[in-house]
């Protein structure tokens, strides 16, 4: 039976050099600063649909009102609101979420349990 991080991705117990690849990937998305661009950007993207959910309801209400004077009969009375702002937020906290995940898997590193040396051995000196 494989046991350790990447022990799920081996079926059958059988050891299929799963962890190397991901070593390999974060070691290349490193070096190349692909990762430091994909990051910057997902965590870009998540900030402006975070405002996006400040802004979308005041443009939508400027753009009802306007329609509203341009055209009173076929369409209600401009108000807020605040549903706009839900696919927004939603996106906002998807991409930060993942963002930060990646910060973390590319240059954070692991931490490992060491084992002490001093258990279950009394020292007799």
């Known amino acids: ?11 059958n117990g059988r050891n299929y050099q799963g962890g190397r690849i991901l070593h390999r990937l974060k070691t290349a998305l490193v070096d190349s600063y692909v990762g ?15 405002a996006m959910v400040i802004t979308a309801p005041f443009s939508e209400w400027a753009a009802l009102k306007e329609l509203h004077r341009v055209s009173p009969q076929s369409t209600p009375d401009p ?4 549903q706009t702002s839900l696919s927004p937020l939603f996106h ?7 963002g930060l995940a990646l910060l973390r898997w590319l240059y954070y590193p ?10 279950g051995q009394a020292d007799a000196s």
């Open 79 to 82: 108000g807020f609101s605040l």
């Open 36 to 50: 430091a661009i994909a990051l910057g950007y997902l965590l870009g993207e998540g900030a402006e649909q975070v």
């Open 92 to 98: 906002g906290v998807f991409f930060v979420f993942i």
């Open 1 to 11: 039976m494989v046991k350790g991080r990447y022990a799920a991705c081996a079926p």
């Open 110 to 119: 692991a931490k490992v349990k060491v084992p002490s040396e001093g258990t």
